[in-house]
């Protein structure tokens, strides 16, 4: 009989952990290093402490549930993800790998396994980069692409440092980021995308990830009266920004697998009768492909020059930027096998969104596993994947993780 993961427990704790941390509007808010991110880390240290796993923090908060069986030696492997979330969020991103590596390990001791390797999972730090940029933060310090001190220092959009919030909820732990070197890292996450659903299959081996470029925008105009200023004298820095977001959308839509975002967007003064003397604005690119996300950010970098030669001033800040990332083929070829063995359509496939696994790809052999989400939906209280997908997915990472223990 193939060992199953407990269906009922990681069921019921993805709906536990998705109640943890809702606003008094009840969205789903457990920004990274808040108050509600602290009430998820401790639910989930909890469970990890239950399984009996040795917990270690990082002193980029990244949580570390280690289970190290009789005779088990070397580098472990680690299946990981994140719990923190977006602003009104849904309750698989991120939390489903968390659980279902701990459902995996659990499966492990039930049936009495005995893995030649330590096992791991892992709540990274910050994935969402909401409060703090740039995102996947606390895997891409684990993985050496920036120092944890640099990370610690970042001020977020209100203001916080993240070392101090860190501090503030009790998991600025004493190990440097990077104290575990995985053998081999898997990541089951939600596709939060439409193919799976829409091609009927149950499960994605991930074979890639796109490239991802974040920039924060601020055009300077001139302020002046709604009413007395004649449409040829204003230097309206609100319709610049519009102009510059059409101009991405555009773009994004004539440019092969590209995808443009302008995710928020503020104005100065913010009166309803004055002409914006500034708008600020984020910036979200992304394309498998390295030369066209340079040539969509280069075609944005003269788009904006443009705006300069016009008298507006413009000011850019960098704010993440990831080349596209190929994960490892023979863990996507076991995923694939795994998915055979259980009769499970599978497909590869790329991801769209960005993910710990693209940091710790640096590191150590890499892939990733995909579940449907209903309609494609995802970063929206409506995300939603089958019970039967999910238990599936888990089933698939238990195969994989246990043939990469061996
Ligand atoms: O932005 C992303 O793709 C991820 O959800 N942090
Ligand atoms: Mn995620
Ligand atoms: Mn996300």
New binding site residues.
């Given amino acids: 009989m193939t060992p199953m993961i407990d269906a009922a427990r990681l069921l019921s704790r993805l709906q536990q952990l998705g109640a943890t941390g809702r606003d008094e509007a009840g969205r789903l808010c457990r920004i990274a290093a808040s108050d509600a991110d602290r009430d998820g880390r401790d639910l989930l240290c909890r469970w990890l402490a239950e399984a009996g796993l040795r917990i270690e923090i990082d002193r980029i908060g990244n949580i570390h549930g280690i289970w190290q069986p009789d005779g088990a030696t070397g580098d472990p492997v680690v299946m990981g993800s994140h719990i923190d979330t977006?602003i009104d969020a849904g309750i698989y991103?991120g939390c489903y790998g968390v659980l279902s590596g701990l459902a995996v390990i659990e499966a492990m001791q039930q049936a009495g396994l005995r893995p030649a390797r330590p096992l791991a999972v892992v709540a990274y730090t910050n994935?969402?980069?909401v409060r703090y940029a740039p995102?996947?933060m606390g895997s891409l310090v684990a993985a050496g692409g920036l120092a944890a001190d640099a990370a610690l220092a970042v001020i977020g959009t209100d203001g916080t440092t993240l070392g101090a919030e860190l501090e503030r909820i009790g998991y600025a732990g004493p190990h440097e980021p990077g104290f575990i070197k995985p053998h081999a890292y898997v990541e089951l996450h939600i596709e939060q995308g439409p193919i799976l659903e829409a091609e009927g299959y149950a499960l994605g081996a991930v074979e890639n990830l796109q490239g991802?470029s974040w920039q924060q925008v601020t055009i300077g105009g001139s302020a002046n009266h709604a009413g007395t200023t004649p449409m040829t004298l204003r230097r309206d820095a609100g319709v610049a920004a519009a102009r510059v977001l059409t101009f991405l959308d555009q773009l994004a839509r004539q440019t092969p697998h590209a995808v443009a975002t302008v995710g928020t967007i503020g104005f100065e003064p913010n009166a309803i009768n004055v002409i914006p003397s500034t708008a600020s604005f984020t910036i979200?690119l992304r394309n498998p492909d390295e030369e066209r996300l340079k040539s969509q950010e280069a075609a944005l970098g003269e788009f904006l020059a443009e705006l300069e030669e016009e008298g507006f001033s413009v000011t850019t800040e960098r704010l993440a930027r990831f080349q596209p990332v190929i994960f490892d083929p023979r863990i996507v070829a076991s995923i694939e096998k795994a998915a055979a063995d259980r009769q499970l359509r599978c497909r590869r496939m790329t991801s769209g969104?960005?993910?710990d696994a693209q940091m710790i790809a640096r590191i150590a052999p890499a892939a990733m596993i995909f579940v449907p989400s209903r309609g494609g939906i995802s970063?929206n209280p409506a995300e939603f994947t089958a019970d039967s997908d999910l238990i599936a997915g888990a089933n698939i990472l238990f195969d994989v993780a246990r043939s990469l223990s061996q």
């Fill in positions: 977006v991103d994935e969402e980069g995102d996947m991802i979200d969104a960005g993910h970063h």
